[in-house]
């Protein structure tokens, strides 16, 4: 009986949440235009540069020219070389995003070259489609230059780049920024259109009103999630459709785990905006904590716009603090690289616990303001 009459409620309160979402065309435009808007500008327009690519450099011969042609990625701007012994320890890198790019030389590249036809293996991983193409294009340049220097050219003597891309085989930014926008979309509804609507209603006092009806708080939080939860996942859904006939967008992993991870993210997204509104009561100021504590971390910290592997080692550790990173990661993954399992249980846990954490501080402090 008890049961019975909290879904009754839940279900009569949530209905009351969805109407008053679509008489909210502010609320719509940003949870269902606004995601088509985004994935279309960034998708179209956006480009990036990098330095300090992190480059595994796999020295199978041990002569000193072999030592001399890989000896360009030292003290480059350009690259931030990691010498491995095996090309195994070099993949194994490159496939947890220790590294964005693996230099080989390999065995008999010292006699190879006397006889012109010496090579070097050069493998990008794109699932970070910007670092692929500077890794690439430097590397090249790097060996052409080195080659230009022993003058190989004129004895007869040449050396070769052979390039692979793992990940990303068409090599272009757009998949690396699609993922990017899901996560912004999410991030907008959950957090910041939540916390400002929530906030609205603690300033004109219809949400502590409810409080004296039979309705307990957590069908009141329920009620006022769902409806959130349902457009930010009509927002991702739109985002996934367009990345796939727009941009060709590849889906290496689990469609299952990707709608998975993202409503446990959406959930850490609408705990933080559960949070900010109970703390402030106030539109403003939920608006100004929603930018500072969630949107611009995500634009800027979360590996989104730039590859983290080149930024100062503070901005890396600072970016671990946001769950944005750990999903960011998962998407990315998902999508271009496949089903990584190591990585999806670590991430995937760590969102569940900021998940736990956010929506347990978020039912605290409704309780507390109306007691």
Known sequence: MLNRSFGRRLAALTRKEFYQLLRDKSSLLLGIVLPVV???????????????????VVLEDHSPTARSAASFVSGS???????????????????????????????HFTQDLAKGNAQVQVIVNGVEATSATSAQTYIEAGM???????????????????????????????????????????????????????????????????????VGVLELILAKLIPYFLVAMLGMLLCLLAGHYLYDLPLRGSLMLILGVSMLFLIVALGIGLVISALTKNQFLACQISLLVSFLPSLMLSGFMFD?????????????????????????????????????LKNTLLLAGYAVFFMGMAFKLTRKRVE
Do not use: C
Not at 158 to 176: G, K, L
Not at 329 to 342: D, E, H, M, T, V
């Open 77 to 107: 701007e350009y690259f931030s070389p990691v010498y491995v012994s095996s090309m195994k320890e070099a993949e194994e890198r490159l496939l947890t995003h220790r590294v964005d790019a693996i230099l080989r030389i390999p065995a």
């Open 308 to 344: 983290l592997h080149t930024e100062p080692w503070g901005i890396r550790l600072l970016s671990q603090v946001f769950p944005t990173t750990y999903y960011l990661q998962l998407l990315k993954s998902l999508f271009l690289a496949g089903n990584y399992w190591p990585m999806i």
């Open 144 to 214: 052409l230059a080195w080659a230009a220097q022993r003058g190989l050219s004129a004895k007869g003597g040449q050396a070769s780049v052979v390039s692979r891309i793992w990940f990303n085989d068409a090599n272009t930014s757009t998949w690396f920024f699609v993922p990017g926008v899901i996560m912004l979309v999410l991030m907008i509804v959950g957090v910041f259109l939540t916390s400002v609507v929530m906030a609205r209603e603690w300033e004109r006092g219809t949400f502590e009103s409810l409080f004296v009806t039979p």
């Open 38 to 56: 985004l994935i279309l500008l960034i998708g179209y327009g956006m480009s990036l540069d990098v330095k300090n690519v992190p480059t595994a």
